[in-house]
C-alpha cells in the first residue's frame, strides 16, 4: 500500500543550528501537510502546501514541495528550545481525501 | 483547548473489561477520524467517517467498535482489549473536502491495558 517515510527518526542539534526533515511517498500526493507534535501533546497543524515546487515559510520554518509531488521538506533556521518536538509529515491516500496517512516523524531535540 | 475533546484523558482497564472513549468536536467540521499512537507506529490511521458513514476501516480488529451517531461525537468502543493495545488514541476532525483536509485533534486518550 501507500506509504510515506520520514528521515532521520531523531535529530540532536545545538540551539542555533539549522535543522531539517525529509518525507517521501511512494505515490504522488495531491497534497501535503505537517504537523508538529510537542512532548506530551497532541499533533498540530503548521502548513499545506498544494501546488508542485511550492515554497511556503513561517518565520524560521521553511516548507518545500518537490517537483514530483512525491516528497516535501521542512527546513528550520536557527533552532530555538521552542521547537522541540516531532514534526510529522501527512498526505492523502491516492484519490481519497478523507484518508490521511501520516510519515513517522521526526523527532527533534535541542541542547541549550 | 483545540476545539475537540475527548474523554477519559487516562484509562486503565483488564483484558476481559468493556469501555468506552468519547470524541466531540465543536468546529462544524463533517468528517471524524481515530488514529492510534504507539511507540512502534508513530501514528496509525484507524477508522474515518465522513457525514456519520464509515469511509475507512483500516484493517483495525474487532476488539476496537467505532460509533459515529452525528457529525459532532465519535466514539470507540473497546472489549477484550490486549496489552499491546496500550496506546495514545487521537481522535481528529476535518472538513471533508479535496485539497483542503486538514486535520485538527484532540489532546488523546491514554490507554493502559493490564
Known amino acids: 500500500g501507500q506509504q510515506v517515510m520520514q528521515i532521520p527518526q531523531y535529530q540532536h542539534v545545538q540551539e542555533g543550528e539549522d535543522f531539517t526533515t525529509y518525507c517521501n511517498s511512494s505515490t504522488t500526493l495531491s497534497n501535503i501537510q505537517w504537523y508538529k507534535q510537542r512532548p506530551g501533546g497532541h499533533p498540530v497543524f503548521l502548513i499545506q502546501l498544494v501546488k508542485s515546487g511550492e515554497v511556503k515559510k513561517q518565520k524560521r520554518l521553511t516548507f518545500q514541495f518537490g517537483e514530483a509531488k512525491k516528497n516535501s521538506s521542512l527546513h528550520i533556521t536557527a533552532t530555538q528550545t521552542t521547537d522541540v518536538g516531532t514534526y510529522f509529515c501527512a498526505g492523502p491516500v491516492n484519490s481519497s481525501a478523507s484518508k490521511i496517512i501520516f510519515g513517522s516523524g521526526t523527532r527533534l531535540s535541542i541542547r541549550p | 483547548e483545540t476545539g475537540v475533546t475527548q474523554t477519559p484523558r487516562h484509562l486503565v482497564m483488564g483484558m476481559t473489561n468493556k469501555k468506552s472513549l468519547k470524541c466531540e468536536q465543536h468546529?462544524?467540521?463533517?468528517?471524524m477520524y481515530w488514529y492510534k499512537q504507539s511507540a512502534k507506529k508513530p501514528l496509525e490511521l484507524m477508522f474515518v467517517?465522513?457525514?456519520?458513514?464509515?469511509?475507512e476501516n483500516n484493517s483495525v480488529p474487532s476488539r476496537f467498535s467505532p460509533e459515529c451517531p452525528n457529525s459532532s461525537h465519535l466514539f470507540l468502543h473497546l472489549h477484550t482489549l490486549q496489552p499491546e493495545d496500550s496506546a495514545l488514541y487521537l481522535c481528529?476532525?476535518?472538513?471533508?473536502?479535496?485539497?483542503?483536509?486538514?486535520?485538527?485533534f484532540g489532546a488523546g486518550s491514554r490507554l493502559t491495558v493490564l
Open positions: 467517517y465522513s457525514l456519520e458513514e464509515r469511509v
Open positions: 468546529l462544524g467540521h463533517n468528517a
Open positions: 481528529a476532525s476535518s472538513q471533508d473536502r479535496q485539497g483542503a483536509n486538514v486535520l485538527t
